[in-house]
């Protein structure tokens, strides 16, 4: 089974206006390996597979597939599906308002003999396809009700699922932690010695060395080689991605500044938020970066929307440097100078349809009052600045920008609260689909930011990034704050934290 | 050699459709053609007895009432990817408030007002902007679809205008009234034209000088997140639908002036469908977000347009709405986005055949 090649892409051009997203890019997918496909954002990654299953139409090149003597070409993903190219894109498109169940099995439901949908069959067949995965939810739940990471998982489950030749996956692992992403290798394991081949985007390196057999690099839209992993060490790998050598991402560690600065600036005694998190409490010093980690669903997010009063908290008080703040909305936060970046870019964050630069200038536009428009030479400066400082890849400062890369987008987000300046700024998964390289240098950004004097509270799934710029640490399980890690912080100790030290 | 100077003209031409004014304009243009083929006098100007008269006048002067309540409903449309179907009947109502306050209640038909003049015409903009706050109120506080929430003063407002016209039509007769909807002696442009522009005006200050339509776009498209990043969702939906009902206000008023009464019954009929039917002909999006009130103005002028070609080419008033239906759908088809790729498709197609046979 070996070596029999499963699909190929030729020679593939894609052009947008005013960007040439692929320039004769090729991959080559055998029978029952792992296909990693890597490069910096907006390399193509995403262009490729939308090329692929038939989203995007392309201009040059050929696609073959195992089975199929012509050239296929797919115009839609459903034809893909039908050809045995299953696909999970990269932002999760699911249907938030139905239940999982249904998201599960829509368009493929068991039906009864009467050609009515089997929904007992449909919500048993459910459960056990996601207790598989070792995820608990209930299926008759609408998919809103849950998180980002549990939306991405259930969108792999669906996937997964199908029969397929091909399995697609961009950037599946982007919000999940790592008992998920192990959980998500055995799976694809097993797909692989069942003879499926798999296409694997990501941008954790080590994620690569587990699973996958070979790796295809794109750079700038175009082929930069197709290596296996034994011959590719990493930093040759990242070198490759990037076309220069980066400096190592272990050469910066945290200054913090504990010793100086003993101001507290934000204080908050017995916060909670009925249903979704326990009365806590919390406090950050003026320049300090705090992480807040735990499992999937442990209320991590939860915790920092109260604390912003995305979700107004019911009990307890807030306190922003000294003086209590009562935050009616976000605005009331926003003015006494706090800022948020949310975990879910697509329905918290992104304002699709408007341009780079109105994204960027929005929330320090709405700061300063519906009145007070900030000047078009000061947006454009503000712009220009952040798309230079963040490397965001767009063809003008007026592009939309839903036709950014994911990871661009990202930064786009993240230039927003940036350039508001906050005194005290919560960042959920901020580095969600960006690349390493970007990575390094928004790290830096922060603890810069931080020994200017801005308190920032770090939340992410990848715990290496948390120790590297983190000072203290909140330890959440099942929606409450169950204790924070001081002094001395690794890897072993914060997972053990999170699993509930000795009861695991 | 002529092939390239083709090519460029296509490029050109390609740049052209693409722009975004292009559409309704092209429609407005198509529609004044016809008329230019049909009957060549359309385009003349005259002026009989000191007023400008002629049909491209008649197209200002009548579309106004579309065009004002255009403006409001491009707002609401963006801001809540819902439509305001009561501004009809609001219209109705703000003229017979207008009207019952100048003639006192009860009174069928007067000569001398009761209250100063402007204060009626202010009590009747004001009354539509009761109904925004009340439309508002429904669809951003209490989260009801605004098509059901605006269904409530859409059967209503009429009904509450005849009530307080005491089931009848009451006529001002005060020359000065007449002014809003006609002429100002000595002034040969028609006056709804002058008050169009002012609503526009005023609308495009808000929206330019301000971040308002920043703030209207973002909540269009993404409330959630346009809430998080410090924007009062709520209070800018809330506001739209305000504007929206001032705008029917407005032109309740312009109506009213014009048969220097309030015929409840009738003012402002349907007048809902055209007004949604011009923010469609503007190009924008029904599903709110990015918005284009330039477009939805011109728009609202060519839905006139059509009308008035329609009478004067002598279709009866029955069958009017029956080809301005046939129009409107072709129009609107035009624009649909599995138009829009057929086209893109059918012109790759002929690229890709250009390159074959050269290729042979
Ligand atoms: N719909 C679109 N319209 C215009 N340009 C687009 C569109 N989609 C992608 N692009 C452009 O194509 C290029 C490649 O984007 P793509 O999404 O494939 O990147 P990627 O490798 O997946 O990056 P990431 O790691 O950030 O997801 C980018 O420059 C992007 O701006
Ligand atoms: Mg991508």
Known sequence: MEDQILLTMRGVSKTFPGVKALDNVSITLRKGEIHALMGENGAGKSTLIKVLTGVHAFEEGEIRLDGFDEPIINHTPIEAQKRGIVTVYQEVNLCPNLSVAENLFIGREPKTKLGYIDWRKMNKLSRELLKRLDIDVDVTQTLENYSLAIQQMVAIARAVDMDCKALILDEPTSSLDENEVSKLFVLMRHLREKGVGIIFVTHFLEQVYAVCDRITVLRNGEFAGEYTVAEMPRFKLVATMLGKDVDDLDSIKPEGCESNCDEIAVEAVGLGHKGTIKPFDFHIRKGEVVGVTGLLGSGRTEMVRCLYGADHAQSGTLKMKGKVLKAKAPIDSIKSGMGYLPDDRKADGLISELSVRENIVLALQARQGVFKTLPLAKQYELADSFIEMLHIKTATRETPVSQLSGGNQQKVILARWLCTHPDFLILDEPTRGIDIGTKTEFQKLILKFASEGMSVVFISSEIEEMLRTCTRMCVMRDGEKVGEIDGEMTQEIVMSAIAGGEEK | ?360
């Open chain 2, 1 to 360: 050699m002529s092939s390239q100077k083709w090519g460029a003209v296509v490029g050109f031409l390609k740049r052209v459709v693409k722009m975004k004014m292009f559409l309704p304009f092209f429609c407005l243009i198509l529609v004044l053609l016809i008329n230019l083929i049909k009957s060549p006098g359309f385009f003349s100007i005259d002026i009989k007895n000191g007023v400008l008269f002629g049909r491209l006048i008649d197209i200002l002067n009548r579309g106004s009432e579309i065009a004002i309540l255009a403006v409001g409903q491009t707002l609401v449309i963006a801001v809540s990817a819902g439509t305001d179907i009561s501004v009809g009947s609001v219209m109705s109502l703000s003229a017979c408030f207008c009207c019952m306050s100048l003639a006192g209640y009860g009174v069928s038909s007067t000569n001398t007002l009761a209250i100063p003049m402007i204060l009626g015409i202010l009590g009747g903009i004001l009354m539509g902007g009761i109904c925004g706050v009340f439309n508002g109120t429904l669809v951003s506080k209490l989260k009801i679809q605004p098509m059901v929430a605006t269904l409530i003063l859409f059967t209503a407002a009429r009904a509450i205008g005849l009530l307080l016209c005491n089931n009848q039509i009451t006529y001002i007769r005060y020359e000065p009234y007449k002014y809003l909807g006609n002429f100002i002696p000595g002034c040969p442009i028609p006056t709804s034209i002058f008050v169009t522009a002012g609503v526009i005006l005023v609308v495009a200050i808000l929206l330019k000088k301000t971040s308002l339509g920043l703030y209207i776009q973002s909540v269009g498209i993404n409330k959630r997140a346009a809430r998080l990043l410090g924007i009062n969702s709520s209070k800018i939906i809330f506001l739209c639908y305000v504007i929206c009902g001032l705008c029917a206000g407005v032109a309740g008023i312009v109506a009213s002036s014009r048969i220097y009464s309030a015929d409840a019954n009738n003012i402002g009929l349907t007048f809902e469908l055209d007004a949604i039917l011009a923010v469609a002909l503007g190009g924008n999006s029904m599903a709110g977000g990015k918005f284009n009130l330039a477009g939805s103005i011109i728009g609202a002028y060519t839905i006139q347009a059509i009308t008035t070609t329609l009478f004067a080419m002598g279709v009866s008033t029955d069958q009017a709405p029956v080809v301005k239906a046939i129009i409107v759908i072709l129009i609107v088809a035009l624009q649909a986005p599995v138009f829009k790729t057929w086209f893109a498709n059918r012109s790759l197609k002929g690229k890709s055949q250009v390159k074959e046979t050269v290729g042979a």
